[in-house]
């Protein structure tokens, strides 16, 4: 695997000129208003998919759901210098299992993805998840939560932690382990939670484990309407001791969460963030920190979103670690009961600590068709560019997919 700052081969292929879209996203811009055209005249008779019920099986409910999707990626490998165009087909087959007494809920789920290239066969990767969630409601005032989960994932080429994989090198495949718990207890408009969590990311060369600690008051204005205050601190120790890598994460923020009408509701934080590093070449950086999320619904059948964050993150094969700032706007306009337009603009600026900065911006679009019994038809195109102060490290990604989803 090499870093975003690697020597690339000479260009493969031409990119595409300034300001004009990809010719594949041009074809599908015109099929979808085709498709919608056409959907809207002739099918609009036609009612939305059922929702997927699961099936009993004793005191459980399993719900089983398979998703099969061909997408088609212009330049495979995140390069600005060797632009290399792929199609993969991806299978992914999810069972979730789930119960529910009294005081006692019990939730969990197994995932596969299976992801074949049909030219860069090196990137065929298969990923796998399990994760398991209870609920305790010990009392009328106390419920105590426990979760945890294990990851079997490959590097993702771009990813802000990987960078640009080389087209002679496979991804690595990683393990990452978590589990935690939280105990919440009420007393009249006070809420109080705690919250302790171990995980590990068995990464070659910069793996890690990691301890953290939460606690946070939350103080009813009204029944659907709540300000916080919370303190947060956060250990991660590396295998390899020689890396410096160790550090510590102290935060303290305020916030705000509502849902107070059926048209809007949030949850809102800001607060400060210190990261003590061990790396005696370095420093210990502190930021304003944020989080969290807006919907609103203006019209019955608009939706719109608006997500907001700004965190430290550690930096795996690129830098020991970076700041990353993201804001993203999301609309969602059902067309018809079974039809609806989604489309999503993201911007992301990551900071190193070796001092390298990116700016990233996603746009995504795309029409999901629900049809009767438990089928849902999925199709999008979508974008990414990235410019960087490492010249290397500059590219642009067009992507055209179509998937099928159904369950039980």
Known sequence: MSKVGSTMPETVGASHPAGSLPLVTRLWLAGMAAILLILWGALGYLSAADEARGIPVGIFRIQPSLAISSQYDDNVYRSGTQRLSDKVLSVRPVVQFSTHWKKLTFQTSVSTTIDHYEKQTNLDATNSSANMGVKYAASRDLSLSFDGGVDFNHDAPG???VGTVSTTETPKQWKHYQFGGKAQYTFHRFRSEFGLTHGVDAKQQVG????????????ALAPRTSLLTGLGWKGIVYDDSSLHRDSQEKSANVGVNWAATAKTQGDLRVGYTVKDTENPTGSSPGMVSFGGGVSWKPLAKTGLSLDLNRSFAEGGLVADYYKTTSAAVGLNQQLRSFLSLKSKVGYTKNDYSSGQENDTWKETIGIDYAFPRWLTMSTSVGRTNQKSSLPSANYDDNQVMI??????
């Open 208 to 219: 890690n484990y990691w301890n953290q600690a939460t606690m946070t008051l939350m103080y």
């Open 159 to 161: 990813a802000p932690d």
């Open 403 to 408: 998937s099928l989803t159904g369950g039980l």
